[in-house]
């Protein structure tokens, strides 16, 4: 339903966005995550119409966007990081009021405002003033002003930052309702493990690019063979060294007492194979698991956030 093919965009000298390539299909519910500054929130606003990109295409439904920008706007629905000020508006003029930007008047207006009120769960607080509403409720409200020309895709930027604990899992479970009813939805926050439990697809950005993405299901694939496997070492060590040193797949090797920590770029056929080669050398092994690992550890390892651990071996291929 997207498709972004080498977006750019700089800020003077600076490229914020350096050939980003992304595709959401329709129905997706897709995370995109990437540090501080890694160009989330110039994407999202490329998407909104808020900027023109320097070069590249945005593809919706086949259509080029760049082409037709009054398109791509009647097609996305974008929450942005940050409300605004509303002063002595209700929450009810606000709704009518975006809904006359789309040429929704009258009768039409006021039913489409009402459904979308009762859909957040704000129906009850149509005549209250939108500034008296609390952080949560701004934040649904700002989500039915982005529903209300029945945009195909809804794009918000770090939606649920500065909610608390409970408010956020409303969102959450608000948006997931939304995704489930048809909506395609891109959603960037910095909560991964927030999003790894509610996304269908992912895609990481860092420096303006697409580093990592894929259907969940390949990301979290993805993240067990990143994690090391901890092998427990009960007699014979030394033979448990050499042949971990002399298999294609392991990288590195730490140590702890009797406990190796593993990096092994292998699958679980290959696992299987390391252990019983292990046991066929006479080595006795009291333990063998990947370590657990989440999203968060193959983000930072990806952006190369992560402190660098002392190794006992490193295999650096092609030396
Ligand atoms: P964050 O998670 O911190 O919001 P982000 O991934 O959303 O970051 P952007 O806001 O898109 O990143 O910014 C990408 C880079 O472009 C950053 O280095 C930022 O400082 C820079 N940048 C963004 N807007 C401007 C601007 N108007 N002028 C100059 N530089 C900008």
């Given amino acids: 339903m997207l498709k972004i093919e ?3 965009k700089a800020y003077g000298k600076y490229h914020a966005l350096d050939g980003l390539d992304m595709t959401i299909e329709k129905g997706a519910l897709y995370g995109f995550v990437g540090p501080n500054g890694a160009g989330k929130t110039t994407t999202i606003k490329i998407l909104a119409g808020l900027l023109n990109p320097d070069s590249g295409t945005i593809r919706i439904d086949g259509v080029d966007a760049g082409r037709d920008r009054r398109g791509l706007k009647g097609k996305i629905g974008y929450v942005p990081d940050s409300f605004g000020v ?9 709704m009518e009021f975006f809904a006359s930007c789309y040429g929704i008047e009258g009768l039409m207006a006021r039913k489409r405002c009402g459904a979308l009120l009762e859909q957040v769960g704000l129906e009850n607080r149509a005549d209250f003033y939108v500034d008296g509403l609390s952080r949560g409720m701004q934040q649904r409200l700002c989500l039915a002003r982005a529903l209300i020309h029945d945009p195909a895709l809804l794009v918000m ?5 500065g909610l608390d604990p409970k408010t956020r899992l409303e969102f959450k479970e608000l948006v997931q309702e939304l995704n489930e009813e048809g909506k395609t939805i891109l ?3 910095h909560v991964l493990s927030e999003l790894a439990a509610m996304c269908t697809d992912i895609g990481i950005i860092d420096q303006g690019r697409m580093v990592l993405c894929g259907s969940m299901k390949e990301i979290m694939e993805r993240v067990d063979q990143s994690n090391p496997l901890l092998i427990t070492v009960y007699s014979n060590m030394e033979t448990a060294m050499a042949v971990l040193r002399s298999h294609s797949c392991v990288r590195t090797i730490s140590i702890k007492e009797n406990c190796l920590s593993v990096g092994f ?5 290959d696992e299987a194979l390391l252990l019983q080669q292990l046991v066929d050398a006479d080595v006795l092994v009291n333990g063998f698991s990947r370590m657990q690992g989440n999203l968060e550890s193959l983000f930072m390892q990806i952006t190369d956030r992560e402190d ?3 190794l006992l071996y490193e295999n650096k291929p092609g030396l």
């Fill in 6 to 8: 080498k977006l750019k």
């Fill in 86 to 94: 509303y002063d002595n508006l209700k929450v009810r003029e606000y």
């Fill in 157 to 161: 930027d770090e939606p649920s930052s």
């Fill in 187 to 189: 959603i960037s926050s």
């Fill in 265 to 269: 770029t292998g699958d679980a056929h």
């Fill in 308 to 310: 660098k651990e002392v």
